[in-house]
């Protein structure tokens, strides 16, 4: 942990090698994606939107092998190695994982952990807090996919290991940002099926939502789980509104009008068509 006037910080490097968690990969990263992330996390954080930052990037000497385009032409890049910070790196598979192998006891542990640490405002000795916890983020990844779709950036790989349970941009791999409007555009190559193309961001943070709940279920009693499942259908609402606010202020619009969200949509269209 590394502390800056009274913050928390975690430090992470990517590209190090192989660690537990690596499976089949090498747990290297190329020089061509570190600089990507390393410039966009910076970008990002400057444009005010939740992220993790890099520290620094190391330039390695080993070769890495990568196949850029997943075509099956195989090439040598030159490896590197990026210091990643963030407040925290659990994500919604943290607790996932553990719901679904049973471990509900480390489950409990854990959990307690995330928001005795991360959110303060949430009482150890409320017997609602991980309803709270939920309702929290619920709202915040409403907020975080709002902020990225105002900017046109597409994550590339939304699933619930790549989901912070703190709502922060994190682990960069196949991002993008639009260069014109087209809710078809997908960044990864490899999402063959346009699973995570960035007209889709919303609903998969829903759906990713929906594992979260999923995972906390065991440790919620009746009423908290029918409260949990409305917090959950009030994402869309939460997400509209964030969106349609930050796209008024793009525009300069002041006040309320019913014709404001037909304005954002058509101007949207107009964009498309051109």
């Known amino acids: 942990y590394f502390c800056r006037h009274g913050e928390r910080w975690e430090l992470q490097l990517k590209g190090s ?4 968690y690596s499976r089949n990969g090498d747990g290297r990263a190329v020089l061509r994606s570190s600089v990507r992330e390393f410039l966009c996390s910076e970008a990002m954080h400057y444009l005010g939107i939740p992220t993790s930052r890099a520290a620094s ?54 959990l307690d952990f995330i928001i005795q640490t991360h959110f303060p405002s949430i009482a150890m000795n409320d017997s609602n807090r991980y309803l709270e916890f939920f309702s929290t983020v619920v709202s915040e990844t409403a907020n975080l996919i709002s902020l990225w779709m105002s900017v046109g950036f597409a994550h590339g790989v939304c699933n619930t290991d790549n989901f912070s349970l703190l709502s922060i941009t994190i682990d960069y791999g196949p991002f993008g940002f639009m260069d014109s409007y ?65 796209f ?24 498309l068509l051109c």
């Open 17 to 20: 090698g192989k660690t537990p």
């Open 57 to 110: 990037l190391v330039v390695s000497d080993d070769d890495v092998w990568r196949d850029q385009f997943y075509n099956g032409n195989i090439k040598k890049e030159r490896g590197a190695v990026v210091l990643r910070l963030a407040k925290s790196w659990f994500r919604i598979g943290s607790l996932e994982i553990l719901a679904h192998s049973g471990e509900l006891d480390l489950l409990r542990r854990l």
């Open 182 to 246: 087209d809710p078809n555009f997908v960044p990864n190559t490899s999402d063959d099926e346009r699973r995570y193309k960035i007209g889709n961001q919303a609903s998969v943070g829903q759906f990713n939502l929906s594992k979260l709940l999923q995972a906390l279920k065991p440790l919620l009693d009746p009423r908290q789980k029918k409260l949990a499942s409305q917090i959950l259908k009030g994402y869309g609402e939460h997400y509209y509104s964030r969106f349609t606010e930050l």
């Open 248 to 271: 008024k202020t793009k525009l300069g619009l002041l006040g309320e009008n019913e014709n404001d969200n037909y304005l954002i949509a058509f101007l949207l269209k107009v964009s």
